[in-house]
C-alpha cells in the first residue's frame, strides 16, 4: 500500500487528485468561440476551459473556467513604466469571486530575452511569509509540447507531451502527478500558450 498524497492546493483543493492524472488540450482556431483551448479528462469530459484576448477582448488578459464553464481564476499580464524596464514581463493569477478577480495566488516571471537561457521561467506563490522568491519553475520547450513544470526541490509537477501518433500541436496532453492542483498547471498552460502567440493570444 502506498503512502497517503499530499495535497497542494493553489485554486482549490477540488482540483487536486490523489492519482496522476491525464488530461487532454485541444486548442481552439480564433473563430471558433475567440479561440483558447479546452481540457478534456480521460473519460473525454470537458473539465476547463480557457478565454484569451479573442473572447475578452484585451491582451494580456486570460480567464480559467472549469467544466460547467464557472470562471475560476483570472490572469493578467502586469503592465506600466515600472514593468517596462524589468528584464521579466509580469504575470498575475487571482482567483475569481462573483466573476470578478478577488485574491492574487500566484505570479510567473517570463524573462523578456530568450537569449537569456539562464532566465527560466519561474512562479511564486502568494503566501503569507513566503520569502523563498520561487516556488515552481518551467523547463523545456512549450512550443515544442516537451516541457515540465518543477517545484524548487526539482519533483515533476506536470509534464507537456506530444500526443501518442499526432503531429498536430493543437492536440496535446498534459500529465499531472498526483497530489497537484490541476487549474493552478493549465493556468500556468494559459500564459506559456501566450506568451508563444498561440491560441490565447490576439
Not at 487528485?17 to 486548442?27: D, E
Not at 492574487?104 to 511564486?124: G, Q
Request: charged share 25%.
Amino acid at each position: 500500500m502506498g503512502g497517503q498524497v499530499n495535497l497542494i492546493p493553489i485554486v482549490s483543493k477540488i482540483f487536486c487528485s490523489s492519482s496522476q492524472v491525464v488530461l487532454t488540450v485541444r486548442t481552439r482556431p480564433h473563430i471558433v468561440n475567440g479561440g483558447g483551448f479546452v481540457v478534456m479528462n480521460c473519460d473525454q469530459r470537458k473539465v476547463f476551459s480557457v478565454d484569451g484576448c479573442g473572447t475578452l477582448g484585451a491582451k494580456g488578459e486570460l480567464i480559467v473556467r472549469d467544466g460547467d464553464g464557472a470562471a475560476i481564476l483570472f490572469i493578467r499580464k502586469k503592465g506600466g513604466v515600472v514593468q517596462a524596464i524589468s528584464i521579466h514581463n509580469q504575470w498575475k493569477g487571482y482567483l475569481m469571486d462573483y466573476n470578478r478577480p478577488d485574491k492574487l495566488v500566484f505570479s510567473l516571471y517570463d524573462p523578456k530575452s530568450f537569449l537569456a537561457m539562464k532566465n527560466v521561467i519561474r512562479i511564486s506563490l502568494e503566501l503569507k511569509g513566503n520569502k523563498k522568491g520561487w516556488d515552481f519553475e518551467v523547463t523545456g520547450s512549450f512550443h515544442e509540447r516537451a516541457c515540465t513544470i518543477k517545484d524548487r526541490r526539482g519533483k515533476v509537477v506536470a509534464q507537456v507531451e506530444m500526443k501518442e501518433m499526432m503531429a498536430s500541436k493543437d492536440f496535446y496532453k498534459v500529465v499531472v502527478q498526483p497530489g497537484y492542483d490541476q487549474a493552478f498547471v493549465i493556468g500556468v498552460l494559459a500564459i506559456l500558450d501566450n506568451i508563444h502567440g498561440e491560441s490565447t493570444r490576439c
